[in-house]
């Protein structure tokens, strides 16, 4: 069984700006851990609403709020963390077979989010008693 701090690691970008303002340069295969097939973003969203709530049996995630604010529960079967992702610098890496569920986005939240892979339905897992009994076998 792999622990969680295994599976997630929390990535500190180098800010590369100067007097003009800040510059953020994320490469995959660099900065990323992984050749960056996917991106996609998440904004508008209310406080209340909760998205992911899945896991993903291929997929490699890098999460980057690059506008506000958000939490990420990260849970791997046995241990849950909560990340807040607060800083356009910081991002936060899933290896596959983690569940996510992403919630809290302030009113300016934009949740960048990198992954490996193209985006396949097959390699969804999506209730979260299937995820354990996968898991946990």
Not at 14 to 33: H, K, M, Q, S, Y
Not at 62 to 87: A, F, P, Y
Not at 111 to 131: A, I, K, W
Request: with cysteine; glycine share 6%; charged share 30%.
């Amino acid at each position: 069984m792999a622990k969680l701090d295994e599976q997630i690691q929390i990535l500190d970008f180098p800010d590369l700006g100067d007097e003009r303002g800040n510059l953020v340069v994320v490469e995959g295969g660099i900065a990323v851990p992984f050749d960056i097939r996917r991106i996609f973003y998440i904004y508008g969203s209310d406080a209340e609403v909760i998205r992911g709530c899945h896991a993903n049996l291929r997929s490699e995630f890098v999460m980057i709020n690059v506008s506000g604010t958000s939490r990420v529960k990260v849970d791997n079967g046995h241990e849950t963390r909560i990340i807040e992702l607060n800083r356009p610098r910081m991002g936060l890496y899933l290896k596959s077979n983690v569940w996510k569920e992403m919630y809290d986005f302030s009113p300016d939240s934009v949740l960048l989010v990198l992954s490996n892979e193209h985006y396949d339905p097959e390699e969804y897992v999506r209730d979260y008693q299937e995820y354990l009994k996968m898991v946990r076998k």
